[in-house]
């Protein structure tokens, strides 16, 4: 029987590799160790002992090197995004604006773009690792031959509570990556949340950190902002409402103001914070003894406030040198 059963049966033959590891497909770990030892006990030994644990713990190294290798891919090619999206391509006008906007010095402009990129970079490559390194982990659990249905199951009802009982972070989070990817404010930026208003000093994705005028620092969840009013985008608008008495003449204050605020505008020190000419729009209202007469000028962001202080001076000189009076508004 055995000499019939011997050419059939190859792998059955005393030395060789299949005998010996008694597989008609031994693993190369078997075959490798018969080609050097050329003993079946040794041979044996290692198919019995080592041969399963030494399969399991290369398939476990080498999905964790691979692991790693993409996620080390996975973080290069989100560095690289982040930074692209943080410093996008714009006109050359309007990079100088912005140069302008930021007191003439990009510093808080690339700040700003730098910490664009940091928090989004940081939040995708921490998604990018979790899932990676995760995945990793379910598949070396996998080859050691665990039952993954359980682990998934509880990792889902653990993962329900948690979102349940952590759904403000969760909401803060959310809107703080929805607000920089949408770049709706960053640092330097003057806003009011409604709660609070003030130049902000840093945004993270869960809270911003923004000083008011008093000095006082404000932290507002970004989940709790509703509205947010930038007035550091694009450009800004300085509105002067002017009451002067009631008896003086109407169109001669109108000249001296659009006067004051052209000659203003055209000053070295102005021209590149107020964007258009000034245009005085007339009588705004009448309150008592005193007519008020609106000027508005465009100005670069974030300039509103400094343009109409200094308006506000030279209006008053040019009225003390006209002989015009100003009044005060009644209450109301």
Not at 42 to 47: G, M
Not at 150 to 167: D, E, N, R, Y
Request: with cysteine; glycine share 8%.
């Amino acid at each position: 029987m055995s000499l019939v059963l011997q050419p059939l049966l190859p792998w059955m033959q005393d030395g060789t590799p299949e005998k010996a590891c008694g597989s008609q497909d031994p693993s190369i770990g078997c075959r490798l160790t018969w080609n050097i030892s050329q003993s079946e006990d040794f041979t044996h030994f290692y198919k019995t002992w080592l041969d399963k644990p030494l399969g399991t713990l290369c398939l476990i190294v080498v999905t964790f090197v691979v692991a790693l290798i993409l996620r080390g891919i996975a973080h290069r090619m989100i560095t690289q995004v982040t930074v692209r999206m943080a410093a996008s391509t714009m006109s050359e006008k309007v990079r100088e604006r912005q140069r302008t906007a930021y007191d003439g010095s990009p510093a808080l402009l690339n700040q700003r773009r730098a910490q664009r990129a940091k928090t989004l970079g940081s939040v995708l490559r921490s998604i990018a690792s979790v899932v990676i390194m995760g995945t990793a982990a379910f598949s070396i659990l996998g080859s050691l031959g665990l039952n993954l249905a359980p682990i998934l199951a509880s990792a889902s009802v653990i993962g329900v509570a948690v979102g349940f009982g952590a759904q403000n972070i969760v909401k803060d989070l959310l809107a703080g990556l929805f607000m920089l990817l949408e770049d709706q404010y960053g640092v330097g930026d003057f806003i009011d949340v409604g709660t609070a208003k003030g130049t902000v000093e840093a945004v993270t994705l869960r809270v911003t950190r923004m000083r008011d005028v008093n000095g006082v620092v404000w932290y507002v969840p970004n989940g709790e902002i509703k509205k947010v009013g930038n007035e550091s985008q694009n450009w800004g608008r300085a509105v002067l409402d002017i009451p002067v008495d009631i008896s003086e003449d109407t169109e001669k204050v109108k000249e001296i103001l659009q006067a004051t605020a052209d000659t203003m505008a055209e000053s070295p020190a102005w021209a590149d914070v107020v964007l258009e000419e000034p245009s005085v729009w007339g009588v705004q209202s009448l309150a008592g003894d005193a007519v008020v007469i609106r000027i508005v000028l465009k100005t670069a962001p974030g300039k509103q406030g400094d343009v109409a202080r200094e308006l506000r001076e030279r209006v008053k000189a040019a009225f003390d040198e006209a002989g015009v009076s100003v009044a005060t508004p009644a209450a109301g």
